[in-house]
């Protein structure tokens, strides 16, 4: 019984030793968090993002864009596992060559490509292909896509406004202006 104690104890302590450990976050590969270096992010009002597992290929990556947006950028990020990371791969049939953005090492290593000048996403679902990864163990690939949906409307100078309105079954709507 107080060996049983006695593993509980010092499992509990262990527990709270690794807790109490810190780690660095990093993003973009091997920087401190911040822009990412070599690639200007363009702006735009939402995101949509897809991925697929690559260590059997081809792996497809689907992703739904808005309708009515409009596509500002999109980038293409795959990482290998192991040393030796290949950074070029196919989409839909087409040669991309990456830059590394992080690893190198025995742990691998990943790449980013803005594949926006291919014009593969457009708005509504769309499905790219990903194969032709020469890596020790192809891991994943993934799409981050960045959009612009802004909604204007023009003002006549006139204002409408509906005092009382029916939608019967979504057969229209019946309202009383008041001027």
């Known amino acids: 019984m107080r060996k049983i104690l ?12 690794l807790a109490a450990q810190t780690v660095e976050v990093w993003a973009n590969g091997t920087e401190t968090l911040g822009p990412p270096t070599g690639i200007t992010i ?13 260590v059997v290929q081809p792996g497809t990556i689907n992703v739904n864009v808005p309708f009515g947006a409009t596509v500002k950028q999109v980038l293409l990020y795959w990482d290998c596992k192991g040393a030796g990371g290949d950074n070029s791969i196919n989409i839909d049939g ?8 992080g690893g190198g090492g025995a742990q ?19 499905s790219l292909v990903v194969d032709g990864m020469n890596c020790p163990t192809a891991n994943n690939g993934g799409v981050l896509v960045i959009f612009d949906q802004r909604v204007t409307a023009e003002f006549s100078g006139k ?6 309105f029916v939608n019967v079954l979504g057969l229209g709507l019946i309202d009383v202006q008041q001027v």
């Open 6 to 17: 006695a593993f509980k104890v010092v499992l509990l302590m262990a527990l709270f030793v």
């Open 42 to 54: 363009q702006k735009g009002s939402g995101i949509v993002s897809g991925g697929t597992g690559l």
């Open 94 to 101: 087409m040669p991309v060559t990456g830059t590394q953005i």
């Open 108 to 126: 691998g290593t990943s790449f980013r490509a803005d594949i926006t000048s291919k014009s593969l996403i457009d708005e509504g679902p769309n």
């Open 159 to 164: 204002a409408t406004v509906l005092d009382a």
